[in-house]
């Protein structure tokens, strides 16, 4: 049995404790890296190909260029010898360490390359699933390129902090036009005459890959999908409202500033999705 969490670091295994960076790395100095979360299931990657897929975009996107190949050979490795069976995945890149310029690094360095797997003993969204959750609506102060899954993650940290001292799960994010763009790290949907609505894909949100999914399993249920802007003064309009991610899953939303959305309780639409995560999950493991 190894410890947890299990690490690889730049090609070395160890506990992720033991591991020790430069205090010059590019992600430390100036949050010049991007990362990625991958849930475990079954001792198995979910929606590895998305995850990956979207780790090369990020990576594209900063100009690091990193093996991604290797990254993901390593990530099954250190999955293998950490011997986790339901947990997470945790993979980050940054631009390396080199002296501090805020222009790239002339000769470019090495990235640095950190994946580590950790169980998940206690779900801390388990109490929020029947009931649903509580949200509290935060200014997005966030830059304009949030389509990067990138380390700067500072207004995302203080609007999650917001949200627990006001005693909410999770912050929803408003633009300066009124605009819900998706949560502190999650993604938002809406239900209105059976209808879901959901926030089209574009710098100003991440491309959420459970969001991705819940397109597709809504799609295969019968439920219309439609991209729209959910405005905040239109919450009180909303059937249902439910949130989605690596972690979060797929989770009703019942209150929204001190307000119930709707009657307050987990919608059937909701419920359908979640539903139907769970089946695509059990498909999964089946295979
Ligand atoms: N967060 N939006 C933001 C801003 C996020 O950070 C995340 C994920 C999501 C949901 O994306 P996905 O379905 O691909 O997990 C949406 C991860 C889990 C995190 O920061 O821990």
């Known amino acids: 049995m190894v410890q947890l969490p299990w690490a690889n670091w730049n090609g070395a295994a160890m506990p992720l404790t033991d591991i020790t960076v430069s205090v010059l790395d590019r992600g430390f100095l100036f949050g010049d890296g991007i990362y990625e979360v991958l849930r475990i299931y079954g001792g198995r990657p979910f929606l590895l190909r998305e995850h990956f897929q979207r780790l090369r975009r990020s990576l594209k996107e900063i100009r ?51 994946i580590y797997v950790d169980a998940i003993e206690l779900d801390p969204y388990e109490p929020f699933r029947n ?18 899954k990138s380390v700067n993650l500072l207004a995302n940290c203080l609007a999650a902090q917001a949200a627990f001292e006001a005693g909410c799960l999770e912050a929803l994010l408003v633009d300066r036009d009124g605009t819900i763009t ?31 999914l819940m397109v597709k399993l809504a799609d295969r249920a019968g439920v219309e999908i439609v991209e729209g802007r959910l405005q905040r003064s239109a919450l009180a309009d909303l059937d249902e409202m439910f949130l989605t991610g690596t972690t979060a899953e797929v989770l009703p939303v019942t209150e929204v500033d001190g307000r119930a959305i709707a009657d307050g309780r987990p919608g059937p639409v909701t419920q359908r999705l979640v539903a139907a995560y769970a089946a695509y999950l059990r498909d999964w493991l089946a295979e």
């Not at 011997?83 to 997470?88: C, D, E, N, R, T």
């Not at 009931?131 to 990067?148: E, H, Q, S």
């Not at 059976?194 to 969001?211: K, N």
Request: proline fraction near 7%; charge should be negative; include cysteine.
């Open 131 to 148: 009931g649903g959750a509580k949200l509290l609506t935060v200014d997005d102060v966030r830059w304009g390129r949030c389509d990067i």
């Open 182 to 212: 998706e949560g502190s790290h999650t993604s938002i949907f809406g239900v209105h005459n059976g209808r879901i609505m959901v926030t089209p894909m574009g710098p100003h949100i991440l491309p959420g890959i459970t969001r991705g």
């Open 64 to 114: 690091i260029e990193a093996d991604v190949e290797r990254i993901e050979q390593r990530m099954h490795d250190t999955l293998r010898e950490s011997g986790v069976q339901s947990g997470l995945v945790y993979i980050q890149v940054t631009r390396g360490a080199a002296s501090r310029t805020h222009r790239f690094p002339d000769p470019p360095v090495a990235p640095n390359e950190l």
